[in-house]
């Protein structure tokens, strides 16, 4: 499989390798490190929905060299809370992904330490999707790293079974980091409806989503207005915000909970 491809587009040409339901082997896996090490020029990388057919080969492709991958997809790969350990230390290392995608897999809240200290030290990532895993309030250990992360704009915590105390945390971390501006949190155990009166203004109100829950155009026009507004104070290093932002944000609040309470 790795060795056509190779052939069709030999190493020091090959920057994009998609392999979606394909068998893959150890020796697939040294040929695609080949393409990802310090000379390579490989910078996406999508594995999906693909069996592994050595029972080590998903552990040499986690440990291989990410050295030019800047997108990165390993989706419904069977992918353990050991193995995500490795691969997080492995680009933590490297640290030039700017989008990962690790979703439908099997990450548990036994990896959220390891992910949000990967949050909280990364220069580069800029998308992160975990939907369909099992990281429950494991979500809470990761809010603090969410909130203070300055290159985080996209997060896709779905399908996860986060409690109602996760989805609260992760509301208020949201709310305090404006560079974030696409959050999906659906089909989640604790996104109840009262939990989306009591919070929905914080867990949307800095988002750019089509998840908006009922958010009127306007009012999401409204609000990129006001966030580039702010960013762009804050490039300029104004220390006081525009005089009509809290009016607009107050007014941006009252839209959204009258809609979700009616």
């Known amino acids: 499989c790795i060795n056509t491809v190779c052939n069709k587009a030999p190493a020091p040409q090959l920057q994009h390798l998609s392999l979606i339901n394909c068998s893959v082997s150890k020796e697939d896996v040294t040929l695609i ?19 592994f057919t050595d029972g080590d080969a998903l552990e040499l492709l986690v440990r291989m060299p990410k050295n030019a991958i800047k997108f990165l997809a390993i989706e419904e790969a069977k992918l353990n809370d050991n193995l995500c350990k490795l691969l997080i230390n492995e680009l933590a290392n490297s640290d030039n992904v700017e989008m990962l995608n690790l979703s439908y897999n099997q990450i548990t809240k036994k990896s959220a330490k390891v992910i949000a200290e990967y949050l909280g030290t990364t220069g580069t990532l800029k998308e992160l999707n975990l939907c369909n895993n099992l990281l429950e309030e494991g979500v809470v250990e990761m809010c ?23 989805i609260k945390k ?25 939990v989306m009166k009591d919070h929905g203004c914080t867990l949307h109100l800095s988002l750019q989503s089509e998840y908006n829950h009922g958010l009127s155009q306007q009012v999401m026009n409204k609000l990129n207005e006001y966030i580039k507004r702010n960013r762009k104070l804050d490039a300029q290093g104004a220390g006081e915000e525009l005089n009509d932002s809290d009016a607009m944000l107050e007014e941006l609040k009252n839209q959204a909970h009258n809609f979700m309470t009616n």
């Open 144 to 166: 603090e790293a969410i909130q203070l992360s300055m290159t985080l704009t996209e997060l896709n915590l779905s399908c996860n079974d986060i409690p109602e105390e996760g």
């Open 33 to 51: 490190s080949a393409l990802t090490g310090r000379n390579g020029t490989l910078s996406s990388l999508e594995i999906k929905t693909c069996k």
């Open 170 to 194: 992760l509301a208020t971390a949201i709310y305090q980091n404006f560079k974030i501006v696409n959050l999906n949190v659906e089909y989640n155990h604790g996104l109840s409806q009262q």
